[in-house]
């Protein structure tokens, strides 16, 4: 018995269209996927669902679990990807390091509070 490879990620959201528009906006990508629904983002083999918080499966509670996305691109992004972050005024919770000090990630919150982690891969 084995698994597949990580196919959906759902994130709970309080506001699934304000976490469309961030993700969208920022990321540069489009929603689509199996489902072709405006709330879901495929990312290479894995499909990333916004989920209205309030259901059976993510009520709504005080003391809501975040999620940490992270994603790769070339050491030469990722200071891009720094400055791309700061001309949007997105909160940068951790700056990149000098070039050619492992690890490099910079890392910024969605508008729940959501980590966002862009690292450059060994």
Same mark, same amino acid.
């Given at each position: 018995?084995?698994?597949?490879?990580?196919? !959906? $990620?759902?994130?709970?959201?309080?506001?699934?269209?304000?976490?469309?528009?961030?993700?969208?906006?920022?990321?540069?990508?489009?929603?689509?996927?199996?489902?072709?629904?405006?709330?879901? #983002?495929?990312?290479?083999? $894995?499909?990333? $669902?916004?989920?209205?918080?309030?259901?059976?499966?993510?009520?709504?509670?005080?003391?809501?679990?975040?999620?940490?996305?992270? #994603?790769?691109?070339?050491?030469?992004?990722?200071?891009?990807?720094? !400055?791309?972050?700061?001309?949007?005024?997105?909160?940068?919770?951790?700056?990149?390091?000098?070039?050619?000090?492992?690890?490099?990630?910079? !890392?910024?919150?969605?508008?729940?509070?959501?980590?966002?982690?862009?690292?450059?891969?060994?």
């Amino acid at each position: 018995m084995s698994l597949g490879p990580l196919a !959906r $990620v759902e994130l709970a959201c309080q506001d699934p269209q304000r976490q469309r528009d961030f993700y969208a906006r920022l990321l540069g990508i489009t929603p689509g996927g199996a489902t072709a629904t405006p709330l879901r #983002f495929v990312l290479g083999g $894995v499909e990333l $669902v916004l989920r209205q918080r309030g259901d059976a499966l993510f009520p709504l509670s005080s003391g809501d679990a975040g999620v940490l996305l992270a #994603f790769t691109v070339p050491d030469a992004e990722l200071e891009r990807w720094h !400055r791309r972050m700061l001309m949007a005024r997105i909160a940068i919770l951790d700056a990149p390091g000098p070039a050619g000090t492992p690890p490099r990630c910079l !890392r910024v919150a969605d508008p729940e509070g959501n980590v966002i982690e862009i690292f450059s891969a060994p």
